[in-house]
């Protein structure tokens, strides 16, 4: 077997990368070239691609997303203050090497490979990466526990983070799902969604295949909107995502609000069979109850139409336990080269590891469901 950096994944067959990505659209040959090709992954935005690969004669039996990185934004999991600390005694801990899906905290492979024996073969490719390019750091985001188990295995320190993700145990519809919740729960959702539709709102939900280009350019500025607000800035681009809805439509599910006959929101969502990715919202006027119904109640109404087991509401939000999400572990995995620093992270993960299992058996006390 051979090792190969590449720098583009278009230099990649798209069939063969699918074969070892999945069905996870996140980790699809399409979507990682349309962030390149749009140059929303591109070295001028500290992005660069080094794509880690593992071939057997001329198959492909192994891969890793890896980007060196020269700042830590777009990914999820905060490491601002080993960065800070870095620079009080005078180190560089960028550039840094990151194994992970671009802007998108969604747990999945992150070791692409046919056999498990590939896969300890990525683990000590990219930490030889890693020390032979001379950066600061190894980091891999929102991979499956088995795997960060297994980079475990080869040295590298795991932190815990937690997400809220609904379940679709087979409602036969909303009222099904409102009735196993509890009375208060039940309560404060129908106040919500009756407040939407009071306000005379109306909501579309828009396969990819059917998504026209002005669909997508009011999506773009609710997106706009939504980073304005906030003074953010813009991690994608419109030609991304114009990219994306032609290159596989049957993963996109657009939601758009309109109230008097005019358009006032949207979200984007990601799906396959399994499981539905809430991804990005953007509202031109506030209305109560609009970001919940337009993210949340309009996408599990889609679950429950397409017998979908899970959706992924995105990071953070305490919000979400109140209306069906429960919380779920989610790992990622670090290695510095640095000796004393990486002791100091090591007694840092274990104090905050403990920290979050404290909090994730806090939020299952205030479960939302009847018991």
């Not at 114009?242 to 979200?267: D, T, V």
Request: charged content about 20%; glycine content about 6%; some cysteine.
């Amino acid at each position: 077997m051979s090792i190969k950096i590449i720098e583009s994944i278009a230099d990649i067959s798209e069939t063969q990368w699918n074969a070892l990505a999945g069905s996870n659209p996140f980790l699809s040959h399409a979507f990682l070239r349309a962030l390149q090709e749009s140059g929303c992954t591109t070295l001028r935005t500290g992005w660069e691609a080094q794509f880690l690969t593992v071939w057997q004669n001329s198959l492909l039996v192994g891969a890793m997303p890896i980007y060196r990185k020269h700042h830590s934004f777009g990914e999820f999991v905060f490491d601002w203050a080993w960065a800070e600390a870095y620079q009080q005694h005078g180190l560089n801990y960028y550039p840094k090497l990151l194994c992970a899906i671009p802007f998108t905290p969604i747990t999945g492979a992150r070791l692409l490979a046919i056999t498990p024996e590939v896969r300890t073969q990525l683990i000590r490719s990219v930490l030889q990466m890693a020390q032979e390019l001379g950066v600061s750091s190894l980091h891999c985001l929102f991979p499956d526990e088995n795997q960060a188990l297994e980079m475990q295995q080869e040295g590298m320190m795991l932190r815990r983070g937690v997400q809220f993700h609904w379940q679709n145990p087979g409602y036969a519809d909303f009222d099904a799902y409102l009735s196993s919740l509890r009375q208060d729960k039940r309560k404060k959702i129908k106040h919500e969604r009756r407040k939407v539709k009071e306000a005379g709102i109306s909501f579309e939900r828009i396969r990819g295949e059917s998504i026209s280009e002005a669909q997508w350019d009011f999506f773009f500025q609710c997106y706009t909107h939504t980073h304005s607000q906030y003074n953010s800035p813009l991690s994608l681009n419109l030609n991304f995502f114009k990219r994306i809805g032609a290159a596989m439509p049957e993963n996109i599910l657009l939601i758009i609000a309109s109230c008097s006959g005019k358009q006032i929101a949207s979200a984007l969502n990601l799906f396959n069979r399994d499981v539905l990715y809430g991804r990005s919202w953007g509202a031109l006027e506030y209305h109560p109850g609009l970001h919940f119904e337009t993210c949340y109640y309009q996408a599990i109404e889609f679950c429950i139409e397409h017998k979908i087991a899970t959706f992924e509401g995105g990071a953070q939000g305490e919000h979400k336990l109140a209306r069906g999400f429960l919380p779920v572990t989610t790992w990622s995995a670090h290695w510095l080269a640095h000796p004393q620093f990486s002791r100091a992270v090591e007694d840092f993960l274990k104090r905050e590891t403990g920290n979050i299992i404290q909090y994730v058996d806090e939020l299952n006390d205030s479960n939302p469901f009847k018991r």
